[in-house]
């Protein structure tokens, strides 16, 4: 059981960056976090994922080359920087805990089981 809270959401400039966080109620060492969008009348979206010791990481082809994910296991803290932000990256974005994920799955496949509330991202023109 692990409770994540998601910030750093906030309104941006097209072309800019932007840092989101997701702190986690408890240890994530051994947990891969990704990172989803969801849009208004859009199903959700996966956009990153991170093993659990940060070694690897995976990401959308739409983000890939622009969006970034790290951690810091001793804070419980995933990060998720974005650059080049454009406006369709504009939506609400969360994390969440993969609960189960092999080796041979896309993580985008892979079951999660906790989410965040999520944090708004507003890209301006």
């Known amino acids: 059981q692990v409770q994540l809270v998601e910030s750093g959401g906030g309104l941006v400039q097209a072309g800019t960056s932007l840092r989101l966080s997701c702190v986690a109620s408890?240890?994530?060492?051994?947990?891969?976090m990704a990172w989803f969008r969801q849009a208004p009348g859009r199903d959700r979206e996966f956009v990153g994922h991170?093993?659990?010791?940060?070694?690897?990481?995976s990401y959308a082809d739409s983000v890939k080359g622009r969006f970034t994910n790290t951690r810091n296991n001793a804070k419980n803290t995933v990060y998720h920087t974005m650059d080049s932000l454009r406006p369709e990256n504009a939506t609400v974005y969360s994390c969440?805990?993969?609960?189960?994920?092999?080796?041979?799955?896309?993580?985008?496949?892979?079951?999660?089981?906790?989410w965040g509330q999520g944090t708004q991202v507003t890209v301006s023109t």
């Open positions: 991170i093993s659990g010791d940060g070694g690897k990481t």
């Open positions: 969440a805990v993969e609960g189960f994920c092999s080796s041979w799955m896309a993580p985008a496949n892979c079951q999660y089981d906790w």
């Open positions: 408890g240890r994530i060492t051994d947990y891969g």
